[in-house]
């Protein structure tokens, strides 16, 4: 079964970075489309970045231009590097990715377990 480590999350002051990171477990043969969801306390989970099968990109308004997503097939991995961050980017982060297990060559779909992102003043 495969399985998403999340990482990369942390506190950091506004205006600085930070670099999450999607890892696949297990032997899978590719990361197809992947999203990017947070949650903040009280809030709606909000979709923040998603990239399609096909590598097209799209973000939440109001992460553009801030955020990018990404993945690597080498390393099974998807990353969402997240520049210029502001307080109200604090959330928990949750990746989605979806992809070909190697073994099987069957389908997956997997939810990270979700990282904590606080951006202080």
């Known amino acids: 079964q495969v399985q998403l480590v999340e990482s990369g999350g942390g506190l950091v002051q506004a205006g600085g970075s930070l670099r999450l990171s999607c890892a696949a477990s297990?032997?899978?043969?590719?990361?197809?489309?992947a999203t990017w969801y947070r949650q903040a306390p009280g809030k709606q989970r909000e979709l923040v970045a998603a990239i399609t099968r096909g590598g097209s990109t799209n973000y939440a308004d109001s992460v553009k231009g801030r955020f990018t997503i990404s993945r690597d097939n080498g390393q099974n991995t998807v990353y969402l590097q997240m520049n210029s961050l502001k307080p109200e980017d604090t959330a928990v982060y949750y990746c989605?990715?979806?992809?070909?297990?190697?073994?099987?060559?069957?389908?997956?779909?997997?939810w990270g377990q979700g990282t904590q992102v606080t951006v202080s003043s």
């Open positions: 989605n990715a979806e992809g070909v297990v190697s073994t099987t060559l069957t389908a997956f779909r997997s």
């Open positions: 297990g032997s899978i043969f590719s990361i197809n489309a």
